[in-house]
């Protein structure tokens, strides 16, 4: 099937942004090409070095400031740098960090082991729940490593505040399951 002007550019727009149809589009290419660009991209990520990491957890206390949101924010994000440090003392990459409570958004980032967090606070529309997320993607550290360094990072923190919370467990795209960690 040719698809030309202004019907390809649609199934791409739509594809794009949201991401629902993308993977409706991805089927309509070559299931051969698919498969080579698949396996393009795992050896691309073996050859950089690089590891990568997400982690969510939901906080079910309910009283947190905002001076203890931004204080948890920067030992998560301080932790995971120093660990990952020892790992790799000269290692680049990202580390980012969201802490969503309340009305407020506070952001954070780390992009070297020579750099400190740095924290942005955001006002946004409030939310029932709370939750940190942290995604990581750093040279040369073993990804099992970067997993620990990630969630005991998180852990600690909000144990040592004394916090209630949930890790959020992805099973599949687009579906979460939450396990209880504390």
Request: proline fraction near 2%; hydrophobic fraction near 35%.
């Amino acid at each position: 099937m040719l698809i030309t002007g202004r019907a390809k550019y649609q199934l791409i727009n739509e594809a794009a942004p949201g991401g629902e149809n993308f993977d409706k589009f991805l089927g309509m290419l070559n299931d051969t090409s698919r498969r080579d660009i698949t396996e393009g991209r795992k050896k691309s990520v073996q050859m950089s070095g690089v590891s990568a990491y997400s982690s969510e957890f939901e906080i079910i206390s309910q009283e947190i400031s905002l001076e203890t949101a931004v204080s948890i924010s920067e030992q998560i994000l301080n932790n995971i740098k120093n660990k990952v440090k020892e790992l790799n003392s000269e290692f680049i990459g990202h580390i980012k960090l969201s802490f969503a409570h309340k009305g407020n958004f506070v952001k954070g980032s780390v992009t070297s082991a020579h750099r400190i967090p740095e924290i942005e606070i955001l006002k946004k529309e409030k939310s029932a729940r709370s939750r940190v997320k942290v995604l990581s993607a750093v040279t040369l550290v073993p990804q099992d490593e970067l997993i620990k360094a990630v969630d005991l990072a998180i852990k600690k923190q909000l144990e040592d505040r004394r916090l209630s919370f949930k890790k959020v467990v992805k099973n599949c795209p687009g579906y979460s399951r939450i396990t209880v960690v504390s």
